[in-house]
Nanobody, 126 residues
Framework: QYRLVESGGGLVPPGDSLMLSCAGT????????IGWFRQAPGKEREGVAC????????KYKDSRKGRFTISRDTAGSRVNLQLNSLNTEDTAVYFC???????????????????WGQGIQVTVDS
């Protein structure tokens, strides 16, 4: 009865930007920490960013910091991931996931994220 849905992916040239959005149905998205993950073909899924339930705390994969920004909208109904200065290595399926806690924790532990979206494709190609 609970579902997360990602939107906003697509095909963009290198250097361009995208904003991904995560919305929930059947529960209050603002009650949980929300993380973004990504998986490139042939590679392990990795954490990208996380935001606490109240939006006051965020964390990023070190290599993504400065280019990617996670945020909650004013109403708290969505969690967004702004992707800037994209390069071809950013091509992946991006997932949002709800954590069973209100804070993100020190690491991106997938076991702590109990509800996952289906994923959305981001392709960066000239």
């Amino acid at each position: 009865q609970y579902r997360l849905v990602e939107s906003g992916g697509g095909l963009v040239p290198p250097g361009d930007s995208l904003m991904l959005s995560c919305a929930g149905t059947g529960f209050q998205l603002q009650r949980y920490a929300i993380g973004w993950f990504r998986q490139a073909p042939g590679k392990e899924r990795e954490g990208v960013a996380c935001i606490s339930a109240d939006g006051t705390s965020t964390k990023y994969k070190d290599s993504r910091k400065g280019r990617f920004t996670i945020s909650r909208d004013t109403a708290g109904s969505r969690v967004n991931l702004q992707l800037n200065s994209l390069n071809t290595e950013d091509t992946a399926v991006y997932f949002c996931a709800a954590r069973s806690f209100t804070i993100c924790g020190p690491v991106f532990s997938e076991a702590a994220y109990n509800l996952w979206g289906q994923g959305i494709q981001v392709t960066v190609d000239s």
